[in-house]
């Protein structure tokens, strides 16, 4: 449901749908925003061959996937890469960010989700202040980020609605353009699911197409 279910319902709308199956950090969180960059690089680079506007290439994440997507739009100026030899001849930034019920903030101990930051940055760094504020990404918005669309219920009960509250904020203040939504009800990890959260938040897809009809996506049928 927030995978290769994906796949099937975008494609209905004309968009091509690319899995990303990323690694764990193990104590080193800069091993899954390299996954993120090197997916974007070689979809970028085969834009042409496998039919896709080059320009009109997004990322969307699911909760600590979420966390992920909005950081390979915070750090998009940073070659993770760089590590493997690989000098991109493409941008590594996403034309726009799509979140569900995202984990956002590490340093914030209110609304932490304290398993997501232990898996991110490992037992040994988990409390280390600077890495957590380096990885907190309401701290880290730059000028020039992608539109973002960002999805959260007031009853999640698994991350806290408030790491959403704390992204529009930032975005807001930055001036970026964005779309927030937030539920009354549907719970965490709905995804594409037809009958898991509830009929209120399963409406997000719908806004969610509309939003990128709004940002004029191509080949949207």
Not at 136 to 149: D, L, M, Q
Request: net charge positive; hydrophobic share 40%.
């Amino acid at each position: 449901k927030e995978g290769y279910d994906w796949g099937e319902f975008f494609q209905n709308q004309g968009i091509a749908a690319i899995v990303l199956k990323y690694r764990m950090p193990n104590g080193n969180p800069e091993v899954p925003v390299s996954d993120a960059e090197q997916a974007m690089r070689l979809v970028r680079m085969n834009a042409t061959s496998w039919k896709i506007n080059r320009n009109d290439i997004g990322i969307m994440g699911f909760s600590a996937g979420g966390h992920l997507a909005l950081s390979s739009a915070m750090f998009a100026a940073t070659n993770y890469l760089a590590p493997l030899g690989i000098v991109p001849r493409v941008s590594l930034r996403p034309n726009f960010v799509a979140a569900l019920y995202p984990v956002v903030t590490f340093s914030d101990k209110r609304y932490v989700h304290r398993r997501s930051r232990k898996g991110f940055l490992g037992e040994w760094a988990k409390t280390n202040r600077a890495l957590q504020d380096s990885f907190s990404v309401e701290r880290h918005i730059p000028g020039n980020c992608p539109p973002v669309f960002f999805v959260h219920c007031d009853d999640d009960p698994t991350v806290h609605p408030a790491n959403s509250l704390l992204l529009d904020s930032a975005l807001t203040a930055r001036r970026i353009p964005h779309r927030f939504i937030r539920y009354a009800t549907g719970g965490h990890g709905f995804g594409a699911s037809n009958t898991k959260g509830t009929n209120e938040s399963r409406q997000w897809r719908a806004s969610f197409i509309e939003w990128l009809q709004g940002l004029g996506i191509t080949r949207l049928r």
